[in-house]
């Protein structure tokens, strides 16, 4: 799948299409989208238009940043496709609206958010784990949300099933600032899967 054409590099963010009861989850999102341009990135993101994913969104828009969304027809409905936020590709599938936010990143990141938003944020660091990317894959952890699962992965190292080396594809972040300011530093683990995936790679 081609990459479409970019006015800058774009940061990939996870997170809910559904605003929080705790506002500071709200804010976190937008502050997030204004650290995204101030750091000179866009944004590739779901599309939609409501909840954690619209803030995000208009918040890179409003700072003057670019913005491209990546909408499976199907979830039009649920999660609201706003063009007028930005550019908008059209898809038949979950794989493809993920196939492309992976091609079009130079980075992600993970605010809160339900189900899909775990499931995105652990595929895009098992990708990192088995070499088919060496991407920055930073999570913002607003007020504890993923301290959960910060512990639950080092339980993973604890009982042997994760090395350390590969539980720290992620990193954690407490701000949207720290996070921005992370992908510069970030260097991906040595010691993961040396893997080829030169033919039909998904990224």
């Known amino acids: 799948m081609a990459t479409p054409n970019n006015k800058s590099e774009l940061v990939c963010v996870f997170c809910a299409s559904h605003d929080s009861e705790d506002n500071s989850h709200n804010e976190a999102a937008e502050a997030l ?11 590739v993101y779901g599309g939609g238009g409501k909840g954690l994913m619209g803030r995000v969104a208009n918040s890179v828009k409003n700072s003057g ?3 491209l969304g990546i909408m499976p027809r199907a979830l039009t409905s649920v999660e609201g496709c706003d063009i007028n936020i930005g550019r908008v590709v059209m898809v038949d599938s979950m ?5 492309m936010m992976s091609e079009s990143a130079a ?24 070499s088919i990317h060496s991407k920055p894959v930073i999570v913002v952890n607003t007020n504890g949300y993923y301290s959960a699962l910060g512990d639950l992965l080092d339980k993973a190292v604890e009982s042997g099933f994760m090395k ?17 300011a992370a992908i510069k530093n970030y260097s991906a683990p040595s010691k993961r899967f040396d893997l080829n995936w030169s033919s039909g790679a998904p990224m």
């Open 33 to 43: 989208g204004r650290e995204i341009t101030k750091a000179g990135y866009g944004l």
């Open 65 to 67: 940043g670019d913005v």
């Open 95 to 99: 794989h493809e609206r993920k196939t």
């Open 107 to 130: 980075a992600f990141i993970a605010l809160p958010g339900g189900l899909g938003t775990l499931e995105e944020l652990l595929e895009i660091s098992t990708w990192s784990l088995l």
């Open 164 to 180: 350390q080396e590969n539980r720290d594809i992620l990193k954690f972040c407490d701000t949207p600032e720290e996070a921005v």
